[in-house]
């Protein structure tokens, strides 16, 4: 064998060798080009099927410009040339059309519409390019492309995607994400796999994973194949399903209950201190609730305006704030009004009520009749999927932890300090706590500003699920008032049950009855419950009470 010893001829053999390596890439090269013109070129078929096939053909070839053609196609802008066939992708200017090569992705100058032929496209030829399309991104470095791709494949499968969902499967980091991959790969067999075994281990992926989604799709496969093995182990996953689902709808019901529940004992515990120890039927209460959404919208814009990066903050400072705005009204409201009508309901009723039409329209005044927009932080937004399509919201499971704080902090200040003492006392006997040198009167004011200032802690909270609008009061103020008599008047511990126990009979009786018609039911339900204990649940002890 001749050996090469100098550099000349060193280099030499490196030249023919880069020659044929780039000689061999550049030939690949072009024969990809090649067979993706060939493709590209069958969209402008004659026949309709014959383009959903070429659809399936681009999506397939992987090539690198297939989505952006599909793309182009499903608007309406891809053109042949007249003279050659050749594909373009287009934009109109004027009275041209701006042409770019749809194989080489190239600029080709421009042409006048008569020189052009539409490539046509119908409605299944649309739903074709979707589902490519959907197949293309399978695929995507974003997360969320990739779920709407999965999403997208799973409602119109096809055996083309089975080899770009195995890839997308074994890359998926996002645990969510693969769970939907092989669901999606599972609907794929199922539809166009070739032999029983092949549908049969289909069926048992999906019958893992509990979603109504799979739920629709086995029914569908039971109606279709009409009494075969095939229908009967769908038959079999479905009614497992069916068991999974109606367990975690259960759920879902109980954590939409607490949710409620939790709102109504925000509403209503402020108004089981006043009613509780005061004896008032304060029906301003729902417009100290919206005092402080109001409050929070303000701080908001503060933040928004001047601190921007600390918006996150901005509701843990509006808690106080919201606190002692509507405290303040709270004592106003005792010292200018209530404390002249004590031992008159009927007057205090109708007086309150006339205050909250005036706060309304003050309201209205100062921000305007339309609802604002509150937002919420970071760390309130967003939800989890769990399983069988419940979803655990952020912001309605802060607002349950929320108001069980809340409930802590009032049961701390009523066991453990001399004000808490002072309000029991006067609630078990008001004379006899008189007597013994207590200002009942100043215990008066500081309970009414106590429960008013919850009142608008409430509205903190309620500002995050709900309008903020001068009406925000009048949604929860009687639901607020069933909360307090069911639970037992003053008792926290009762407004705490009588709260979850409403709202979670109401959610569970709304999918048979309506909302509507389950909120008379419950209303009814409790006035024959106060005909049968007029005290409510649990009932305060105190010779006051008893007389």
Same mark, same amino acid.
């Given at each position: !064998?001749?050996?090469?010893?100098?550099?000349?001829?060193?280099?030499?053999?490196?030249?023919? =060798?880069?020659?044929?390596?780039?000689?061999?890439?550049?030939?690949?090269?072009?024969?990809?080009?090649?067979?993706?013109?060939?493709?590209?070129?069958?969209?402008?078929?004659?026949?309709?099927?014959?383009?959903?096939?070429?659809?399936?053909?681009?999506?397939?070839?992987?090539?690198?410009?297939?989505?952006?053609?599909?793309?182009?196609?499903?608007?309406?802008?891809?053109?042949?040339?007249?003279?050659?066939?050749?594909?373009?992708?287009?934009?109109?200017?004027?009275?041209?059309?701006?042409?770019?090569?749809?194989?080489?992705?190239?600029?080709?100058?421009?042409?006048?519409? @008569?020189?052009?032929?539409?490539?046509?496209?119908?409605?299944?030829?649309?739903?074709?390019?979707?589902?490519?399309?959907?197949?293309?991104?399978?695929?995507?470095?974003?997360?969320?492309?990739?779920?709407?791709?999965?999403?997208?494949?799973?409602?119109?499968?096809?055996?083309?995607?089975?080899?770009?969902?195995?890839?997308?499967?074994?890359?998926?980091?996002?645990?969510?994400?693969?769970?939907?991959?092989? !669901?999606?790969?599972?609907?794929? /067999? =199922?539809?166009?796999?070739?032999?029983?075994?092949?549908?049969?281990?289909?069926?048992?992926?999906?019958?893992?994973?509990?979603?109504?989604?799979?739920?629709?799709?086995?029914?569908?496969?039971?109606?279709?194949?009409?009494?075969?093995?095939?229908?009967?182990?769908?038959?079999?996953?479905?009614?497992?399903?069916?068991?999974?689902?109606?367990?975690?709808?259960?759920?879902?019901?109980?954590?939409?209950?607490?949710?409620?529940?939790?709102?109504?004992?925000?509403?209503?515990?402020?108004?089981?201190?006043?009613?509780?120890?005061?004896?008032?039927?304060?029906?301003?209460?729902?417009?100290?609730? !919206?005092?402080?959404?109001? #409050?929070?919208?303000?701080?908001?814009?503060?933040?928004? #305006?001047?601190?921007?990066?600390?918006?996150?903050?901005?509701?843990?400072?509006?808690?106080?704030?919201?606190?002692?705005?509507?405290?303040?009204?709270?004592?106003?409201?005792?010292?200018?009004?209530?404390?002249?009508?004590?031992?008159?309901?009927?007057?205090?009723?109708?007086?309150?009520?006339?205050?909250?039409?005036?706060?309304?329209?003050?309201?209205?005044?100062?921000?305007?009749? #339309?609802?604002?927009?509150?937002?919420?932080?970071?760390?309130?937004?967003?939800?989890?999927?769990?399983?069988?399509?419940?979803?655990?919201?952020?912001?309605?499971?802060?607002?349950?932890?929320?108001? =069980?704080?809340?409930?802590?902090?009032?049961?701390?200040?009523?066991?453990?300090?001399?004000?808490?003492? /002072?309000?029991?006392?006067?609630?078990?006997?008001?004379?006899?706590?008189?007597?013994?040198?207590?200002?009942?009167?100043?215990?008066?004011?500081?309970?009414?500003?106590?429960?008013?200032?919850?009142?608008?802690?409430?509205?903190?909270?309620?500002?995050?699920?709900?309008?903020?609008?001068?009406?925000?009061?009048?949604?929860?103020?009687?639901?607020?008032? !069933?909360?307090?008599?069911?639970?037992?008047?003053?008792? =926290?511990?009762?407004?705490?049950?009588?709260?979850?126990?409403?709202?979670?009979?109401?959610?569970?009786?709304?999918?048979?009855?309506?909302?509507?018609?389950?909120?008379?039911?419950?209303?009814?339900?409790?006035?024959?419950?106060?005909? @049968?204990?007029?005290?409510?649940?649990?009932?305060?002890?105190?010779?006051?009470?008893?007389?």
């Amino acid at each position: !064998m001749a050996r090469i010893a100098t550099l000349p001829g060193r280099l030499a053999a490196l030249g023919v =060798l880069l020659t044929v390596v780039l000689g061999g890439a550049l030939s690949a090269h072009a024969e990809d080009a090649r067979d993706f013109d060939a493709l590209v070129a069958g969209l402008n078929a004659k026949s309709f099927k014959s383009k959903i096939k070429a659809v399936d053909a681009v999506a397939a070839s992987g090539h690198e410009r297939a989505a952006d053609v599909l793309a182009v196609f499903l608007g309406g802008k891809l053109f042949a040339r007249r003279s050659d066939g050749r594909i373009f992708m287009t934009e109109r200017s004027g009275g041209v059309y701006l042409l770019t090569d749809a194989v080489t992705g190239a600029d080709a100058g421009q042409a006048p519409g @008569k020189k052009l032929r539409k490539v046509r496209v119908n409605n299944r030829v649309r739903v074709a390019i979707r589902t490519a399309l959907g197949g293309l991104t399978l695929l995507s470095p974003d997360p969320a492309k990739r779920s709407a791709a999965a999403d997208a494949v799973f409602k119109s499968p096809n055996a083309g995607f089975l080899p770009t969902l195995e890839a997308a499967i074994a890359r998926e980091t996002v645990e969510k994400i693969k769970i939907k991959l092989i !669901m999606t790969r599972a609907a794929v /067999q =199922l539809k166009t796999g070739k032999t029983d075994g092949i549908k049969l281990t289909a069926i048992g992926t999906l019958s893992d994973l509990a979603t109504p989604a799979s739920r629709a799709l086995l029914a569908g496969v039971v109606q279709a194949e009409g009494g075969n093995a095939i229908s009967e182990a769908a038959a079999g996953a479905l009614a497992g399903i069916e068991r999974k689902l109606a367990f975690w709808n259960a759920v879902g019901n109980i954590f939409q209950g607490l949710s409620l529940g939790s709102v109504l004992l925000l509403a209503a515990v402020g108004l089981a201190i006043t009613f509780g120890v005061m004896g008032v039927i304060n029906m301003a209460h729902g417009e100290l609730v !919206m005092l402080g959404a109001y #409050t929070t919208f303000v701080i908001q814009e503060i933040f928004r #305006t001047h601190f921007p990066d600390l918006f996150d903050w901005s509701i843990i400072v509006a808690l106080p704030c919201a606190f002692a705005v509507s405290g303040a009204f709270g004592i106003a409201i005792e010292r200018g009004i209530i404390r002249h009508l004590y031992g008159r309901p009927l007057e205090t009723l109708l007086a309150t009520w006339g205050l909250s039409l005036v706060l309304q329209q003050l309201v209205r005044s100062v921000f305007g009749p #339309t609802n604002r927009e509150v937002g919420s932080p970071s760390w309130m937004s967003g939800s989890m999927e769990i399983a069988g399509g419940f979803v655990l919201t952020f912001n309605r499971a802060w607002i349950i932890l929320f108001s =069980l704080l809340v409930l802590a902090a009032l049961i701390v200040v009523f066991k453990k300090t001399a004000f808490g003492l /002072q309000m029991r006392a006067v609630t078990q006997n008001r004379a006899m706590a008189g007597s013994m040198g207590i200002r009942t009167g100043w215990v008066d004011a500081m309970t009414f500003g106590l429960g008013a200032g919850i009142a608008g802690v409430a509205g903190v909270a309620l500002s995050q699920i709900d309008n903020v609008s001068p009406n925000l009061g009048q949604a929860y103020i009687i639901d607020s008032f !069933m909360v307090v008599v069911f639970g037992g008047v003053g008792n =926290l511990w009762g407004t705490l049950v009588g709260a979850f126990t409403l709202g979670i009979v109401n959610k569970f009786l709304e999918p048979f009855a309506g909302a509507v018609l389950a909120k008379i039911l419950v209303l009814v339900v409790i006035i024959l419950f106060i005909q @049968k204990r007029p005290r409510g649940l649990f009932a305060l002890k105190g010779r006051a009470v008893e007389n």
